[in-house]
C-alpha cells in the first residue's frame, strides 16, 4: 500500500489544488497524488494555524514534514523576514511546496529534503502536523532529531489527533525534558507547546 511518507511515491501523479483561507492570509496551493491531504487542507493543519501565536519575525523557522506546504507557507506570510525552513521525506512533497512558494512570492521558504538542511542550523520557532502514521518509535526519534535544535528560547507548536495519542505524546515530551503544555484543544485536536530542553540550551 502506497503511504504519504514515501520517499519517492509511486502513485501516479494526478495534480489537484486546494486553498487555504485564514484571518489574514488567502494561498493556493498545488497538490498531487502521493501526498498527505491532497484534496484539502487537513483540518488538523487549520487548527494549528488557527490557533499558534505569530512565529518570530527573523531567524530560522521550522514546518517539521511540510507536505505540499501549508505551514510553511503561512509561517512565510507571517513572518516575511525569516528563514523557513520546510521539511519532508516525501520527494514529491518537498517539490510541491517549493513551487508553492514560489507562486506565492514567498521566497525565504527552503524546500528541502530532512538531510539537506545544514548542520549547524537552530530553530526559533517549529511548527508541525507530526506524521504519527509512521509509527511511535520512529516519531519519537524524528522530534528528538528536532527538537533538539530549537534555540534556547524557542519553541514549538505540534497538532495531534486525541485519538491518535496527544495525552501520551505530551507525557513522553515532559518524561523527556521538554516542557510540554497543551496550548490549544479544539474538536479532537490537541495543540501541543513544547519549549527547548532546558539541557539544550547552553549550547
Ligand atoms: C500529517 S502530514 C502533514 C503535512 C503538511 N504539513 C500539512 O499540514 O498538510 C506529515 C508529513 O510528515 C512527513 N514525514 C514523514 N516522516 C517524516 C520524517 N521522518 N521527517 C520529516 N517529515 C516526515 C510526511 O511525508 C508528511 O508529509
Redesign the pocket.
Same mark, same amino acid.
Given at each position: 500500500m502506497a503511504h504519504?511518507?514515501e520517499e519517492r511515491p509511486e502513485t501516479a501523479s494526478r495534480p489537484g489544488s486546494v486553498t487555504l483561507v485564514l484571518p489574514d492570509l488567502h494561498l493556493r496551493m498545488e497538490t498531487d497524488s502521493g501526498?498527505?491531504?491532497p484534496e484539502r %487542507?487537513?483540518q488538523g493543519?487549520r487548527i494549528l494555524l488557527e490557533t499558534v501565536p505569530p512565529p518570530p519575525a527573523e531567524g530560522d523557522l521550522l514546518?517539521?514534514?511540510?507536505?505540499?506546504g501549508?505551514?510553511a507557507l503561512t509561517m512565510a506570510s507571517r513572518a516575511p523576514a525569516a528563514t523557513v525552513w520546510a %521539511?519532508?521525506?516525501?520527494r514529491r512533497?518537498v517539490d510541491l511546496c517549493a513551487r508553492n512558494a514560489q507562486s506565492a512570492g514567498l521566497d525565504k521558504v527552503r524546500s528541502v529534503h %530532512?538531510d539537506e538542511v545544514p548542520p549547524e542550523v537552530r530553530f526559533r520557532a517549529i511548527w508541525?502536523?507530526?506524521?504519527i502514521r509512521?509509527g511511535k518509535a520512529?516519531m519519537h526519534e524524528?522530534l528528538t532529531r528536532w527538537l533538539s535544535r530549537l534555540t534556547p528560547d524557542g519553541v514549538a507548536h505540534l497538532v495531534v489527533q486525541k485519538h491518535l495519542g496527544s495525552d501520551s505524546l505530551q507525557r513522553w515530551l515532559n518524561e523527556q525534558g521538554w516542557p510540554a503544555t497543551r496550548a490549544a484543544s479544539r474538536s479532537s485536536y490537541r495543540v501541543l507547546r513544547v519549549e527547548a530542553r532546558p539541557a539544550d540550551r547552553k549550547g
Open positions: 504519504y511518507f501526498v498527505f491531504s %487542507v487537513d493543519t514546518d517539521l514534514g511540510c507536505g505540499y501549508p505551514i %521539511v519532508d521525506v516525501n512533497s %530532512v508541525s502536523n507530526p506524521a509512521i520512529a524524528m
